[in-house]
């Protein structure tokens, strides 16, 4: 084949899937097809739909190389989330959806067997958020069907094997509060050999490993050239944050924002991290440990939003601000910075809808201000994903942490850097808008009220 440009990146969100055609040449986005991805709901749990998604992933990349030649397919999905494969590679069970309680039946006995936070990074999470939980409660809960497994494979790394037929594993997703690997040895954790399961991992591969070319079946299927090469790919928020390594200057912090917001810190200063409060060790594409802090921030600003105007003018957020009308955490309890907070409005009653949406925008950069403190975030933050094009999100998280925000002009910040596994370019786009701290001391004044309001953690 010639040179690889043009890049059709499988991104598979909680919330959305998405199939993106990105230009090496300029490092954007050209082409863009979406679905929801919503669990299916039936027995034997709640699981993803995988044979929607894989209906999506090949019409959408049959459309786009109609549009423009595909030279190549890299992947990148959300974390927390396994597949089980037989012989043949089909599931031996279904993709369980992450928030699903089932593993909740069998916390006391994982808890029993689980490594400590100082082996692995990860926090002890509630439903299936910890990947190492849901394997386990597969194993107890079907000991038939899991005995036919021959591979433990990491969400991305599942499609990568029905486009290419290869088995691999990837760090980014197996450091993403899993259990199941120690980020300081770069090898599987103590719970892995602990349950029999390393013989069941698939090799571990680099990101930016080439695993094979794309199946005859499906590049009949799509109109894809049958050399199309395939890219082992990597979790999603990593996806955001390499870009960044590969060419920003550190000390640096990127947000990537979707149905997470997962705050990533680059160098900076060194904190004692807090399982308590949903911070954790990432391994970013390069294998190094990033220390990491996540609250449900998509999801809340849905369910804040929902039905609701998105409007506002300089009067709506100038009233916020003057009246100090605060939100406080949280929505979504059990994870984040205040998961067993209960969440409030301060002065927020029949507030008018462009005030409403402000204080919104508000609570959501003040929760990430707080994710970047408990992590030691230092040096400019980006913010990668939707929250990029909130200007009052911005100005807000610039105001919280008192340093620059630049926001992300890409629509899709996880297309880039899942892009860049196809390509030796070690520099970036031109980032986007940069916010400095408002010099309106309002703006200081607020993220300080709604800090003294939420108190000390409960």
């Known amino acids: 084949m010639s040179a690889i440009r043009h890049v059709a990146v499988i991104d598979i969100g909680k919330t959305n899937a998405k199939v993106a055609l990105v230009d090496l040449a300029t490092l954007s986005e050209v082409a863009l097809r979406r679905m929801a991805n919503a669990p299916v709901r039936r027995a034997p749990y709640p699981h993803h739909d995988v044979d929607a998604l894989w209906a999506f992933v090949l019409d959408g990349l049959a459309e786009l190389n109609r549009e423009r030649l595909v030279d190549a397919i890299s992947i990148t999905t959300h974390g927390a989330t396994g597949a089980l494969v037989d012989a043949s590679g089909e599931l031996v069970l279904p993709v369980l959806d992450y928030e699903f309680d089932g593993p909740d039946e069998l916390a006391a006995d994982y808890d029993a067997i689980r490594p400590p936070f100082s082996e692995t990074g990860s926090p002890r999470l509630p439903l299936g958020l910890n990947l190492g939980a849901q394997f386990f409660w597969q194993q107890q809960s079907f000991p038939s069907e899991f005995a036919n497994a021959v591979a433990m494979l990491m969400y991305p790394q599942y499609w990568a094997l029905r486009l290419t037929g290869v088995a691999a594993n990837e760090v ?15 090898d599987f954790s103590s719970l892995v050999d602990r349950l029999g399961w390393r013989g069941l991992m698939a090799p571990v591969r680099l990101a930016r490993e080439r695993l094979g070319s794309i199946l005859p079946a499906l590049a009949e299927r799509t109109g894809l050239d049958p050399q199309t090469p395939v890219f082992c790919g990597l979790h999603d928020s990593n996806a955001s944050l390499l870009p960044h390594l590969l060419s920003d200057a550190p000390p640096f912090s990127v947000i990537s924002t979707g149905t997470w917001v997962v705050s990533m810190a680059v160098a900076g200063k060194t904190v004692a991290l807090d399982p308590a409060r949903d911070t954790l060790v990432n391994v970013n594409a390069l294998g190094d440990p990033v220390p990491s802090a996540r609250f449900m921030g998509g999801r809340e600003f849905a369910l804040l939003t929902e039905g609701s105007a998105q409007d506002w003018n300089d009067s709506d ?33 029949a507030i008018p809808p462009g005030q409403r949406f402000a204080a919104i925008s508000f609570y959501l950069a003040l929760m990430t201000a707080t994710c970047l403190d408990l992590i030691g975030g230092d040096g400019p933050t980006t913010v990668e994903g939707p929250f990029a094009r909130n200007q009052l999100f911005t100005r807000m998280l610039a105001a919280g942490t008192g340093r620059a925000v630049i926001a992300s002009e890409a629509a899709t910040g996880t297309s880039i850097g899942a892009a860049l596994l196809a390509s030796d370019q070690a520099s970036v786009h031109g980032k986007g808008q940069t916010q400095e701290p408002p010099a309106d001391p ?16 409960g």
């Open 442 to 457: 309002a703006w200081a004044d607020y993220a300080r009220a709604w800090r003294t309001a939420v108190g000390p953690v």
């Open 172 to 186: 980014t997703s197996l450091g993403c509060h899993t259990d199941l690997w120690n980020p300081w040895t770069g």
């Open 317 to 349: 957020f100038a009233a916020v601000l003057a009246r100090k009308t605060l939100l406080l955490p949280s929505i979504q309890q059990g994870s984040g910075p205040f998961p067993h907070h209960t969440a409030a409005w301060r002065k927020g009653e």
